[in-house]
Structure formats: C-alpha cells, structure tokens
C-alpha cells in the first residue's frame, strides 16, 4: 500500500498573502541582517480523526506559467489509521487535491482537473507499505534482531536503529528502507480515541512492517516520477524490487571440512570474527574487502558485527523468519 507521499499539480489560485493557501512566511537572515532566504510555510488540511496534510503554494519548471500546490499527505488523512490501505497512488493524490480544494474555498480550473485524470503530477516522495505475518511478537523481536545483526542492504551500507526496529540507508536522498514492530508502535503512538477499542491493535500483534521511502531522484531515475507512469501494480513491483535488496548473512559457522580447505590467513580472519571482533578495526581496507568476498562465498558476512555472547552461543538465530514471512493485507472483516 502507498502510506506517506508527496507531490506538485497544477492547481489555478491566488499565490501571496491574499491566496488560499497563504500561512506566512519562513525567512533566515545573517548575522548582519541581510535576507539569505524566505520561503512560504505550509498551511494544514484537517482530514479524518485527528490526521492532517499541509500544502503550500508553488511554481514548478515541471508546469511553467502556472501556479502549483505542494502536498505531503499520508492515508492516515482519509482512513485515521495506516495498518492497511491501496496502492492506488492516483487516487490518493485526486483525493489529496479535492480535499484541498473543499477545505480552502478553491475552484479548480478545467485544465487543472484534466491534467490530475491524466496523470500529470509530479511525484516527490512515496512510501509502498506492506506487512508481513510473522505470527507472533516474539518472532517478530527476533526477525528485526536478525535484521539489525547481520542485515545490509545493497549500497545502503548498514543499519541505524529506529524506535521500534531498525533503517537501512537512512540519510539517503535516492530511498532507504524501515523495518519494525509495528504493535510496539500503537503502543507508543495510540490509535485515535475513535479508532480504539482492540480490532486494530490485535491485526498489529505478530506484525512485521517493512517499508521503503523513495524520494524524487530515485522517482526519476526509475522514470516514476509522473503519476501517469504508475500502473496498478507499480507500488507493490517497486516495494519488492527493493525489499529484495536486503540481504541477511544465514551461515554463521562454516563446516569444518570447509574451513580446513581455506587459506591460513582466511581461517584466522574467520576465527577472529567468530570470536566477536570487529574486523574493519583490525585489517586494511583492501584487505577487509579482499577477506569479505572470499568468505561470502561460504555464507559467512564479516562485515556484519557478531556480539560477543552470540559469539560463545551455538545456536543460530532462525533468520528465515525475515525471508518466509506471508505478506498480509486487511483482514476480511473490514473488506
């Protein structure tokens, strides 16, 4: 499902302090008290419960000659709630613009209303959702600590810790991914008063969320950065592909038949991680690479950090709970 995301359509209306979508202005001034920047805030939308959007007025070189409106929405505006939703990006954003248009007094102009049926609107950040059934809370501790251990996600680098879970690539102007619990999250952050009462929460329970953030370069250069691009399966083919990137070292011991069969120097490199160190402190970098791709081969990821008391622990964690858990959607009672 698309949870969070933004964009820019044309939208025919006042821009200034007279103009619908007018709530002042942002402005930095150096130390002398020379203007360096000023730029228009965003006013809020209320939508259902107690979510909000905010849109600001625009120009855009994508719509020369026009004014523009720049919106950040989540589906929390029309539902109240993100545990499911649609993939319909489309609509989302037809919602976005009408609710918009209602709130602030705006009549669209027919121009703006063909160009939105079109797929004329630009695409600046989407967020495809799923969750995944793990069955139980404790399965789902266990999958995001096999993920924060020995997850890494292609030229994402490693992980930073996330309130409930973990990120990959957090920081990254093209996407990054978050994993987490999301019941751990309801407790946290409550579902609205009128959301509450225990349906909701008890679908969370056993829940692992995944979910990439892809931001406008990343949109363009997969050429999606225009909403008349996006099919029906676009948001679920583009959460795959990239889900798909995260890789999970299984193999924490190498059969000793093997490891009798490798190089001293790589059966001391192996031993030494095995051991708990980290092996970035104590190697080169050409070296810690050149090591890192021998020992690959073998299931065995050095660059992942192994904690000391896993280390003198026997016992691997069951990691296929990240790679076989089942895709869910909403539940059949609230079809």
């Known amino acids: 499902m698309i949870d969070s995301f933004e964009f820019v359509a044309p939208l025919a209306h006042q821009i200034g302090p007279d103009g619908p979508l007018y709530a002042g202005r942002v402005a930095s001034v150096d130390e002398f ?9 965003r006013c809020e939308i209320a939508g259902s419960y107690e979510a909000k959007m905010t849109a600001r007025s625009c120009l855009s070189e994508e719509f020369p000659g026009r004014s523009c409106v720049f919106v950040q929405a989540s589906l929390k505006v029309f539902q109240g709630h993100n545990l499911w939703g649609t993939d319909d990006v489309s609509g989302l954003c037809l919602e976005a613009l009408s609710l918009i248009c209602v709130e602030r007094g705006i009549t669209p102009s027919a121009a703006d209303v063909e160009d939105w049926h079109r797929g004329a609107i630009s695409l600046k950040r989407v967020d495809t959702t799923y ?3 793990l069955g139980t809370p404790q399965r789902v501790d266990t999958a995001l600590r096999a993920m924060q251990d020995r997850g890494r996600l292609k030229f994402r680098g490693g992980t930073n810790p996330h309130p409930h879970g973990v990120i990959f690539g957090k920081g990254s102007r093209r996407w990054s991914l978050m994993a987490y619990n999301k019941a751990a999250e309801l407790v946290a952050h409550p579902l609205p008063r009128g959301l509450q009462g225990g349906h909701l929460e008890a679908y969370a329970a056993g829940k692992l969320r995944i979910e990439p953030r892809i931001r406008s370069q990343e949109l363009k250069r997969r050429g999606l950065h225009l909403l008349a691009r996006w099919g029906d399966n676009t ?18 011991m190498i059969e000793p038949g093997t490891l009798e069969g490798l190089s001293g120097r790589l059966q001391v490199a192996y031993q030494a991680w095995v051991d708990g160190h980290d092996l970035r402190r104590m190697l080169s970098r050409p070296t810690f690479y050149r090591y890192r791709a021998e020992l690959l081969e073998h299931g065995v990821d050095i660059a992942l950090k192994r904690p000391r008391e896993e280390a003198a622990r026997s016992n691997v964690v069951p990691l296929r709970l990240v790679l076989e858990a089942r895709m869910v959607g909403a539940p059949e009672w609230a079809q």
Do not use: F
């Not at 679920?236 to 070292?249: G, K, M, P, T």
């Open 33 to 41: 008290g020379e203007l360096e920047w000023d730029t228009p805030k």
């Open 131 to 133: 969750m995944y059934d």
């Open 235 to 252: 948001a679920l083919e583009l959460h795959q592909d990239l889900v798909q990137r995260l890789n999970i070292a299984e193999a924490d």
